[in-house]
């Protein structure tokens, strides 16, 4: 009779799959991008205007290099689009992608009435 050790050397583990679906990386970079301080008062500031870098380092009191790279951050996360205009950039929000992380929350919102209905373990 094997002793309770040996069992375990030799049953083989039952493998549940446990993979989570990897969200789509423009989610994932949209919600890092959100997740700054300085980012999003960047974003309030273009909130219904586009303004030009030197009106945001302007109001924001930072130095042109710190906010170029948050600009970078925002611009790659499609959250901030940008335009040239002679010797000058302008920003503006990109609504269409504010949309696409609105939906991805959406997804989440029944959710609150299946986790309230499920009594805990105790």
């Not at 989570?20 to 909130?47: C, M, Q, W, Y």
Request: hydrophobic share 40%.
């Amino acid at each position: 009779m094997a002793d309770v050790g040996d069992f375990w050397i030799m049953a083989k583990p039952l493998i549940v799959s446990t993979a989570v679906p990897t969200p789509n990386p423009l989610i994932i970079g949209g919600f890092h991008a959100l997740s700054d301080s300085l980012r999003l008062k960047v974003i309030e500031l273009l909130r219904g205007q586009e303004l030009c870098v030197c009106e945001l380092c302007e109001q924001l009191n930072v130095p042109q290099s710190k906010l170029s790279f948050h600009l970078k951050i925002l611009k790659e996360a499609r959250l901030v689009r940008s335009r040239q205009d002679g010797r000058w950039i302008y920003y503006s929000l990109n609504c269409s992608q504010f949309r696409v992380l609105e939906a991805y929350l959406v997804q989440y919102q029944h959710l609150s009435s299946i986790i309230t209905s499920h009594k805990s373990c105790d």
